[in-house]
């Protein structure tokens, strides 16, 4: 049997939500679109897939879709140099200042469709007869290894496989005996805590559990489904994760690019 190839898996992206908790940056764009040093974080997210073999994106859009369509058709243009030609309406890109070989598909999925339905809809149209496919968020970054987390799927030979994480908590933990303190940890790892890390990779019959309904929600019926089938692995990763959910959290992603040492550029 010939091996499975990570550029033969197509990768929906979730960029279709309102944003709200980041409503500064979303009242102009979506929240994929916010940028992260000079580029959008979902240009990070799709550099980290990109770097370990994944080349096919199918974006799942719906909120402000207009921006992330008009930054990719104008792609090229915004990354090389290039003559237009007023008189004749035309543009001549001299060269391709950019390093991304990626097939970008942009799939329009619902203004207000929830996550389950948006990756069954845009799945309908452009799956095609990929036998197994990955999804994520527009909002999270990390420094895991995708391609291993991908073997890891096909070994364990179940319909899904979620990217297992455990940050340490933002708030600290006091062990008490009584009234005393016996133990104070300001952010402590639960190293035995593991939450979504929102990197998954599913066979194409993991489809059925997901519906076209607009309020069908990924981390609900199906994948609570797919949990009790016994068909879902999680693949532990205990290095750097990260989600832009607050104004907080972007300053401190745009805090680690600037300083150079990023954990999850490539």
Same mark, same amino acid.
């Given at each position: 049997?010939?091996?499975?190839?990570?550029?033969?898996?197509?990768?929906?992206?979730?960029?279709?939500?309102?944003?709200?908790?980041?409503?500064?940056?979303?009242?102009?764009?979506?929240?994929?679109?916010?940028?992260?040093?000079?580029?959008?974080?979902?240009?990070?997210?799709?550099?980290?897939?990109?770097?370990?073999?994944?080349?096919?994106?199918?974006?799942?859009?719906?909120?402000?879709?207009?921006?992330?369509?008009?930054?990719?058709?104008? #792609?090229?243009?915004?990354?090389?140099? +290039?003559?237009?030609? *007023?008189?004749?309406?035309?543009?001549? /890109?001299?060269?391709? =200042?950019?390093?991304?070989?990626?097939?970008?598909?942009?799939?329009?999925?619902?203004?207000?469709?929830?996550?389950?339905?948006?990756?069954?809809?845009?799945?309908?149209?452009?799956?095609?007869?990929?036998?197994?496919?990955?999804?994520?968020?527009?909002?999270?970054?990390?420094?895991?290894?995708?391609?291993?987390?991908?073997?890891?799927?096909?070994?364990?030979?179940?319909?899904?496989?979620?990217?297992?994480?455990?940050?340490?908590?933002?708030?600290?933990?006091?062990?008490?005996?009584?009234?005393?303190?016996?133990?104070?940890?300001?952010?402590?790892?639960?190293?035995?805590?593991?939450?979504?890390?929102? #990197?998954?990779?599913?066979?194409?019959? +993991?489809?059925?559990? *997901?519906?076209?309904?607009?309020?069908? /929600?990924?981390?609900? =019926?199906?994948?609570?489904?797919?949990?009790?089938?016994?068909?879902?692995?999680?693949?532990?990763?205990?290095?750097?994760?990260?989600?832009?959910?607050?104004?907080?959290?972007?300053?401190?992603?745009?805090?680690?690019?600037?300083?150079?040492?990023?954990?999850?550029?490539?």
């Amino acid at each position: 049997m010939v091996p499975a190839n990570p550029t033969d898996v197509p990768v929906f992206v979730l960029c279709g939500g309102l944003g709200t908790r980041l409503r500064e940056e979303t009242e102009v764009r979506p929240k994929p679109m916010v940028p992260v040093g000079h580029r959008p974080i979902l240009w990070h997210i799709m550099r980290t897939y990109s770097h370990h073999g994944f080349h096919r994106f199918i974006l799942c859009l719906g909120y402000k879709s207009e921006v992330i369509k008009s930054y990719f058709l104008n #792609y090229a243009s915004m990354n090389s140099d +290039f003559t237009v030609g *007023l008189k004749e309406n035309n543009l001549t /890109v001299h060269s391709i =200042d950019h390093e991304e070989h990626w097939e970008v598909t942009l799939a329009y999925t619902g203004e207000l469709t929830m996550t389950g339905a948006r990756v069954q809809r845009a799945a309908a149209k452009y799956l095609g007869d990929a036998r197994r496919f990955a999804v994520t968020y527009g909002d999270g970054v990390t420094d895991a290894d995708l391609a291993a987390e991908f073997r890891f799927h096909l070994d364990q030979g179940r319909m899904g496989t979620v990217l297992g994480v455990n940050p340490p908590s933002r708030f600290g933990e006091l062990k008490v005996d009584g009234a005393q303190v016996q133990e104070f940890s300001e952010k402590p790892d639960f190293v035995d805590n593991w939450i979504n890390g929102g #990197y998954f990779f599913f066979e194409r019959e +993991f489809l059925p559990y *997901l519906s076209p309904d607009e309020g069908c /929600v990924l981390e609900r =019926d199906p994948l609570i489904k797919l949990a009790r089938d016994g068909q879902l692995s999680m693949f532990k990763h205990r290095g750097f994760w990260a989600c832009m959910d607050t104004q907080r959290d972007l300053e401190q992603l745009n805090k680690l690019w600037a300083s150079g040492d990023a954990p999850w550029a490539v």
